[in-house]
């Protein structure tokens, strides 16, 4: 079980990156995320839908406090892991967090608080140059998964794509 919790959503500002943080925490193998900072409930709205049209159980929510979420999830014995570029080499650390199957991914906003790092069992980095949130939750999933959250089937989805090398192939369910 894997939840990513997004840290410091600010309205107007993080509304594509934080719904591409949800899309891509859904599509490759998460099973929720929740956010921190300003409530935004289109931008909850947009990663329900997709869900509700693509298929698939993720659940996606909003917490007020990041440290009551961590606390929690440390309670129910997760492991929590902060994707950071100032961590240890994920290559390093992997299999350690594989061995957990229960993980919260932290992943941040415009400044991660000092807490995170304190509060994290993991930090971690995929990179030691400035990139992304979405970037590095992308590749800690792969990472994690060994690359078999690509094969991934979505249940009760209402829109398949399927491969096509040029053009789209899509069905629809009415």
Request: glycine share 8%.
């Given at each position: 079980?894997?939840?990513?919790?997004?840290?410091?959503?600010?309205?107007?500002?993080?509304?594509?990156?934080?719904?591409?943080?949800?899309?891509?925490?859904?599509?490759?193998?998460?099973?929720?995320?929740?956010?921190?900072?300003?409530?935004?409930?289109?931008?909850?709205?947009?990663?329900?839908?997709?869900?509700?049209?693509?298929?698939?159980?993720?659940?996606?929510?909003?917490?007020?406090?990041?440290?009551?979420?961590?606390?929690?999830?440390?309670?129910?014995?997760?492991?929590?892991?902060?994707?950071?570029?100032?961590?240890?080499?994920?290559?390093?650390?992997?299999?350690k967090i594989r061995?957990?199957?229960?993980?919260?991914?932290?992943?941040?906003?415009?400044?991660?608080?000092?807490?995170?790092?304190?509060?994290?069992?993991?930090?971690?980095?995929?990179?030691?140059?400035?990139?992304?949130?979405?970037?590095?939750?992308?590749?800690?999933?792969?990472?994690?998964?060994?690359?078999?959250?690509?094969?991934?089937?979505?249940?009760?989805?209402?829109?398949?794509?399927?491969?096509?090398?040029?053009?789209?192939?899509?069905?629809?369910?009415?």
């Open positions: 079980m894997i939840t990513v919790l997004r840290l410091g959503h600010r309205l107007g500002r993080d509304d594509r990156i934080s719904t591409h943080c949800g899309l891509v925490a859904r599509a490759l193998g998460a099973d929720s995320i929740i956010y921190t900072g300003e409530k935004d409930d289109k931008m909850i709205e947009s990663v329900k839908d997709v869900t509700e049209r693509f298929g698939g159980k993720f659940s996606v929510g909003y917490e007020e406090s990041f440290k009551k979420v961590i606390r929690n999830y440390k309670k129910r014995h997760f492991s929590v892991v902060h994707l950071t570029v100032y961590g240890l080499p994920i290559q390093k650390k992997i299999k061995s957990s199957k229960k993980v919260l991914v932290i992943i941040g906003g415009e400044k991660v608080p000092p807490a995170v790092y304190h509060l994290a069992d993991y930090n971690i980095s995929v990179s030691s140059q400035p990139h992304s949130e979405v970037a590095s939750l992308a590749v800690f999933l792969h990472d994690y998964f060994r690359g078999k959250e690509l094969e991934k089937k979505f249940n009760k989805a209402k829109i398949r794509i399927l491969p096509a090398e040029r053009g789209k192939k899509v069905i629809e369910k009415r």
